[in-house]
């Protein structure tokens, strides 16, 4: 079945380390988006891909990092410097025509700092 | 600037009652408009969407939305709830025209349903 997986599920970690993310997709889409979610404030988006080996910040960039090494996968790292990590965090595709198009949802991923 | 209001934080229905969610945009022109549904700790679905065309839009689940361009609005209805439509639903609008396909939501509105 074509989908999205996000792995792991659930991920700890303590202060001060960086934690990287997996998205995969095999929907054959051209481009991939992570998002993070807090209560009452919706989906904002971390970073955003249109083709391999290209990105694009979003909203809220700062202590995030991405690679885009294959159509298929968009890891998303955490780093030491994004003060405020533990969140639920959204990986999600779409084949943008001229204009925006359905995006696809992966289960997510709650990262939570101890 | 672009954004997406659901003024409804929160909303408790009936089983068996109508439902209708509201959702406001602000955007420099026409976009495209989606609705979504997420249950606690998943990820998110489409219901449906509005590209262009009927402005009365059918989706998933019994849903329905109209498009009012005079209003800005893109309301969700439903006219009978199920329990299991309890959830968090979110609009979004996107650019009929590059900005990458992204999507700007709202901040989402929860569904409580009592029986």
């Known amino acids: 079945d074509g989908g999205i997986t996000q792995s792991p599920k659930y991920l700890f970690r303590k202060e001060g380390q960086n934690v990287t993310l997996s998205c995969e997709q095999n929907l054959n889409h051209d481009a991939m988006y992570w998002y993070r979610q807090d209560p009452g404030q919706g989906l904002r988006l971390i970073y955003y891909s249109q083709i391999v080996n290209d990105f694009q910040k979003g909203d809220i960039a700062e202590g995030y990092s991405v690679s885009r090494e294959k159509k298929e996968s968009f890891p998303l790292t955490v780093t030491s410097a994004q003060k405020n990590p533990t969140a639920f965090y959204l990986c999600?595709?779409?084949?943008?025509?001229?204009?925006?198009?359905?995006?696809?949802f992966g289960p997510g991923t709650r990262l939570t700092v101890l | 600037a672009q954004s997406v209001t659901q003024p409804d934080i929160h909303i408790t229905v009936s089983e068996g009652a109508s439902l209708e969610l509201r959702c406001n945009y602000s955007y420099g022109a026409t976009p495209y408009l989606f609705w979504y549904v997420q249950s606690p700790g998943q990820g998110l679905q489409l219901l449906l969407k509005?590209?262009?065309?009927?402005?009365l839009v059918q989706g998933i689940k019994g849903f329905e939305a109209e498009f009012k361009r005079s209003q800005s609005s893109f309301n969700l209805r439903k006219p009978s709830v199920h329990w299991s439509d309890a959830a968090e639903y979110f609009c979004a609008v996107g650019a009929r025209y590059n900005q990458g396909g992204k999507l700007i939501f709202g901040q989402g509105t929860e569904l409580s349903v009592k029986p």
């Open positions: 509005y590209f262009s065309g009927d402005t």
């Open positions: 999600a595709s779409s084949t943008p025509g001229r204009g925006a198009d359905t995006q696809y």
